[in-house]
């Protein structure tokens, strides 16, 4: 018999195993619905105004409305003044400062607030499990560097994975589970492994630039980024109001046709040193985009070079687009729905797999079970409670809050429930007596 203290060593090595393998799991759902994030935003908020195209001078209008309007309300200046050019997936005009967010009419007037905190809460959620940015996205990063561990070690832990690809051998509920395990996971190898690695290498990113700061940059980790995405640029000491957006709009579709600008980047607006990018992507192109870069008074200054210079520095700016889908348009994003459901069945199986070998050694994890279908089944749930949420409280509906207490409630009940209900169980040696008798 199992000393206590080899006892409770074995809960806390399951519970942990529990922990981490609900985190994964709820990586791969919400990533799965992450893929429709512009779709998100529409669905959230179905009355802010839309367009295929806003004009330059539109976006410049709606640029100095909204900086006047943050000095008239007496706010910090912003650092970065983002405008999002519509797109297929996303019409909307969206200006974000580093405080609050409106949407433009198309003459760029200020519409009405963006109101869509529950998609951002469910990004939120996916990128680094509602934690502070550095801690959340290392997090999320060393998930994604275990599920990259997890699809080769199963492949080199099952050599006829490749022959038995389309053999689906589920003679009895034993088998069952992990035969499609084995199947599903097959089909997808090449997708979760192109996840796994971008998924890694965007969390991880943060960490690595930080390590490389301070060893070689003298503690500066954005120095780490330059040479992909370019140096941060100096602008004039002198302000002599707001920036031009419209001319770098104008120019960017002059003389970079296939270019589809996606946001319109004001560094320090009305400050010393203001300057301006206009990002764009490129059809039939992995790159997230191209930065162009423009002084304050709208001349052209040179590109960052993701989109034709040295191959790390493309394939570095390839790794968001594979990640999340943001390329092929609508019929992608639903290759990647579907691949990513398949994962995310994947990643509940293999539990509950590990679970059934530990019963057939003798182990009864009853509340460990429970535990594990209130994480399966209660993460969708509470992620539709949230959504419930912001239907009936609003914007301001405290959605991590309601997604945390309500996914460990669930939990929490579930093992309780299981426990009692195994101490109130007869005994296999009480029920063999009873028959006896």
């Known amino acids: 018999m199992a000393s206590p203290s080899a006892k409770s060593a074995l809960s806390a090595h399951s519970a942990i195993g529990l922990v981490v393998g609900a985190l994964l799991y709820i990586v791969c759902v919400t990533g799965t619905l992450s893929v429709f994030y512009p779709e998100l935003q529409r669905l959230e908020q179905v009355s802010a105004p839309e367009m295929s195209q806003i004009d330059p001078a539109a976006a410049q209008r709606g640029m100095e409305a909204v900086l006047e309007k943050e000095q008239a309300q007496g706010l910090a ?38 109101e869509i905190a529950w998609s951002d809460f469910l990004i939120a959620l996916h990128y680094k499990l509602s934690l502070p940015n550095f801690w959340g996205l290392t997090l999320v990063g060393a998930l994604g560097a275990m599920l990259l561990a997890l699809a080769f070690t199963g492949v080199l832990a099952l050599p006829r994975i490749f022959r038995d690809a389309y053999r689906l051998n589920a003679r009895s509920a034993n088998t069952a589970l992990a035969d499609w395990h084995n199947r599903l996971s097959t089909w997808t190898l090449p997708f979760s492994l192109a996840i796994a690695f971008t998924g890694a290498a965007i969390g991880l990113g943060g960490l690595g630039a930080l390590v490389m700061g301070k060893t070689a940059y003298d503690g500066d980790s954005a120095a ?38 996606t946001y319109a980047i004001i560094h320090d607006p009305l400050q010393p040193g203001q300057h301006v990018q206009i990002l764009g992507g490129y059809p039939r192109r992995l790159i997230f985009g191209e930065y162009y870069n423009f002084d304050e008074s709208g001349r052209f200054l040179g590109s960052a070079g993701l989109a034709d210079g040295d191959l790390g520095q493309q394939a570095a700016a390839s790794t968001y687009n594979l990640h999340f889908g943001n390329y092929g348009g609508l019929p992608v994003k639903i290759v990647y729905f579907i691949l990513g459901m398949a994962v995310s069945v994947i990643s509940a199986t293999g ?44 914007d301001d509906a405290p959605f991590d809050a309601i997604f945390w207490t309500g996914q460990l409630l669930l939990v929490l009940v579930a093992a309780l429930w299981a426990k009692r209900r195994t101490r109130c169980a007869p005994s296999r040696s009480d029920r063999l007596k009873t028959s006896a008798a």
């Open 77 to 114: 200046p912003t650092t970065h003044f983002y405008i999002h050019i519509p797109t297929e997936d996303l019409p909307r005009a969206t200006i974000s400062t580093d405080t609050q967010a409106f949407h433009l009419d198309a003459s760029g007037a200020i519409a009405m607030p963006e």
């Open 224 to 261: 780490v980024y330059a040479p992909i995405f370019g140096e941060e640029m100096e602008g004039k000491e002198t302000v002599d109001g707001p920036p031009d957006v419209a001319g770098p709009l104008a120019y960017v579709a002059e003389r970079f046709p296939d270019l589809k600008p």
């Open 351 to 394: 539990f509950y797999i590990w679970l059934a070998k530990r019963r057939r050694r003798g182990h009864r994890d009853e509340a460990l079970r429970a535990s594990w279908h209130a994480v399966v089944w209660g993460c969708p749930a509470m992620i539709l409670t949230t959504f419930a949420a912001r239907i009936i409280i609003g």
